[in-house]
């Protein structure tokens, strides 16, 4: 029974990181009917810069000393007096990273949602009025430009960064077995779940929210409300540019950097299609439901049956409900 509980944890915090990436998938589909497949690596370049600065910048030679390790002499005091693997000494080495942390969330959202607004306005914007399948075939032309402008800039390496939040150990005991989690992992499924609804919030209840739901029901009959669709469209790709920004970081500290997340968005894709492209409720179920097949399949069968999860649970809701779990039924699949 414990390990049930250990492994459901564990799918359930996969599952809320999803619904993260979920989300501008779905927010770029609300305003525009097009389906980005090229999201994954979108978050791909937010997870690369920020290790570009939280790693490479403060340990550049202009760099000030405190960026790359801020050190005062009270934490330095503080930490010889602490045993090995204590709590407190993992809250003394998230202190110590603080600012490079900052800098680094900073920049991956800022970098990212200048990416998103360039993405836009060269390829995106040219397009309105016409086939939404050329727009989805732009996206798909994105990802071999995106990882090869990534190639350009960064190594393949795998690369390391700071955890955004304390990495501490927890340890409970349920049933007579341990079950552990660490804080790092918790704050970030509060970060993903606080985001998540807020997104959600914000399409339902303002303005903004408002003019993104006019335009993906008829951007002619927007246009004669007053509504600017290009700058909905900008507003809906800056979106999901900055949560896959988070995400992105939120990733890179769970799995480190390497090109392999741009494959991260076709798993999450699958989960849009099973909870429904238009469906913020319904990508939310999807997602926490696949990260709980998911631990299962490991738990049961190994790591390489987790991987298939995901598109064997959209080819079952798709069969059965092919608009998906809550999506709209005048929703065209491709």
Same mark, same amino acid.
């Given at each position: 029974?414990?390990?049930?509980?250990?492994?459901?944890?564990?799918?359930?915090?996969?599952?809320?990181?999803?619904?993260?990436?979920?989300?501008?998938?779905?927010?770029?589909?609300?305003?525009?009917?097009?389906?980005?497949?090229?999201?994954?690596?979108?978050?791909? =370049?937010?997870?690369?810069?920020? =290790?570009?600065?939280?790693?490479?910048?403060?340990?550049?030679?202009?760099?000030?000393?405190?960026?790359?390790? $801020? *050190? +005062?002499? $009270?934490?330095?005091?503080?930490?010889?007096?602490?045993?090995?693997?204590? +709590?407190?000494?993992?809250?003394?080495?998230?202190?110590?990273?603080?600012?490079?942390?900052?800098?680094?969330?900073?920049?991956?959202?800022?970098?990212?949602?200048?990416?998103?607004?360039?993405?836009?306005?060269?390829?995106?914007?040219?397009?309105?009025?016409?086939?939404?399948?050329?727009?989805?075939?732009?996206?798909?032309?994105?990802?071999?430009?995106?990882?090869?402008?990534?190639?350009?800039?960064?190594?393949? %390496?795998?690369?390391?960064?700071?955890?955004?939040? +304390?990495?501490?150990?927890?340890?409970?005991?349920?049933? %007579?077995?341990?079950?552990?989690?660490?804080?790092?992992?918790?704050?970030?499924?509060?970060?993903?779940?606080?985001?998540?609804?807020?997104?959600?919030?914000?399409?339902?209840?303002?303005?903004?929210?408002?003019?993104?739901?006019?335009?993906?029901?008829?951007?002619?009959?927007?246009?004669?409300?007053?509504?600017?669709?290009? #700058?909905?469209?900008?507003?809906? $790709? !800056?979106?999901?540019?900055?949560? @896959?920004?988070?995400?992105?970081?939120?990733?890179?500290?769970?799995?480190?950097?390497?090109?392999?997340?741009?494959?991260?968005?076709?798993?999450?894709?699958?989960?849009?299609?099973?909870?429904?492209?238009?469906?913020?409720? @319904?990508?939310?179920?999807?997602?926490?439901?696949?990260?709980?097949?998911?631990?299962?399949?490991?738990?049961?069968?190994?790591? *390489?049956?987790? *991987?298939? !999860? +995901?598109?064997?649970?959209?080819?079952?809701?798709?069969?059965? #409900?092919?608009?998906?779990?809550?999506?709209?039924?005048?929703?065209? #699949?491709?």
């Amino acid at each position: 029974m414990g390990e049930f509980i250990q492994f459901t944890l564990n799918g359930l915090m996969s599952g809320a990181i999803y619904a993260l990436i979920a989300v501008g998938i779905v927010s770029v589909f609300k305003a525009t009917k097009v389906v980005n497949f090229a999201h994954g690596y979108i978050i791909m =370049f937010g997870a690369y810069f920020y =290790f570009t600065f939280s790693v490479i910048v403060p340990g550049a030679a202009w760099a000030p000393d405190w960026l790359q390790s $801020w *050190e +005062p002499a $009270w934490m330095v005091a503080m930490k010889a007096d602490l045993p090995m693997f204590s +709590p407190m000494g993992a809250v003394l080495d998230w202190l110590s990273n603080l600012p490079r942390i900052i800098l680094g969330i900073a920049g991956a959202v800022i970098c990212n949602a200048l990416l998103g607004l360039l993405i836009e306005r060269t390829l995106m914007r040219p397009l309105i009025g016409q086939s939404t399948f050329a727009m989805i075939m732009i996206t798909v032309g994105l990802i071999s430009v995106l990882s090869g402008t990534k190639g350009l800039i960064w190594t393949a %390496d795998a690369e390391f960064v700071p955890h955004i939040a +304390p990495n501490t150990p927890i340890r409970l005991n349920l049933f %007579d077995t341990p079950i552990f989690l660490f804080g790092a992992d918790l704050v970030n499924v509060a970060v993903a779940l606080l985001l998540f609804g807020a997104i959600v919030a914000m399409v339902r209840y303002t303005k903004s929210g408002v003019a993104i739901r006019a335009t993906a029901e008829d951007q002619s009959t927007a246009y004669s409300m007053g509504i600017s669709v290009p #700058r909905v469209f900008s507003r809906a $790709w !800056v979106l999901a540019a900055t949560t @896959g920004a988070i995400a992105g970081a939120i990733l890179a500290t769970r799995n480190g950097v390497s090109p392999s997340l741009g494959l991260f968005g076709f798993s999450v894709l699958a989960i849009v299609l099973m909870g429904g492209l238009d469906s913020y409720v @319904g990508v939310f179920i999807a997602a926490l439901t696949v990260g709980f097949l998911e631990a299962m399949a490991q738990w049961q069968f190994g790591g *390489e049956f987790a *991987e298939v !999860v +995901p598109y064997i649970a959209v080819l079952v809701v798709i069969l059965i #409900r092919p608009h998906g779990l809550f999506g709209q039924k005048e929703v065209e #699949r491709i």
